[in-house]
């Protein structure tokens, strides 16, 4: 019973930066910190990856090395939404980016998520 919708994506160059927002309405008796969050990504004809994780409010991030020191996760508990901030983004970056939440941090970092948004579509040309 947790719902979450991405925005945020886009058309950039490589190089450039995007920021992706995730924003959390979650069930009821429960708070956004009770859940651990994640971001992945799907290009087209490929499986669906891990890209970043957090939980504790975001006290506790891992990144797939892909990404590492190009992207940043964070969150915002009063507005409830996490981010994704993209950093020097390169044409293998192109995917669709999902967020998914779970009050298991094990769960999200393995694809395990109990609930997942729609997406939205970044695209990096050369």
């Known amino acids: 019973q947790v719902q979450l919708v991405e925005s945020g994506g886009g058309l950039v160059q490589a190089g450039g930066s995007l920021r992706l927002s995730c924003a959390v309405s979650?069930?009821?008796?429960?708070?956004?910190?009770?859940?651990?969050m994640a971001w992945y990504r799907q290009a087209p004809g490929k499986e669906r990856e891990f890209v970043a994780a957090?939980?504790?409010?975001?006290?506790?991030?891992n990144y797939a090395n892909s990404v590492k020191g190009r992207f940043a996760i964070s969150t915002d508990s009063a507005q409830g939404t996490v981010y994704l901030q993209l950093g020097n983004l390169q044409p293998e970056d192109t995917a669709v980016y999902f967020c998914?939440?779970?009050?298991?941090?094990?769960?999200?970092?393995?694809?395990?998520?109990?609930?997942w948004g729609q997406g939205t579509q970044v695209t990096v040309s050369s």
């Open positions: 998914s939440a779970d009050a298991n941090f094990a769960a999200v970092i393995r694809e395990r998520g109990a609930f």
């Open positions: 979650v069930a009821s008796g429960r708070t956004f910190s009770d859940y651990a």
């Open positions: 957090t939980r504790d409010g975001g006290g506790y991030a």
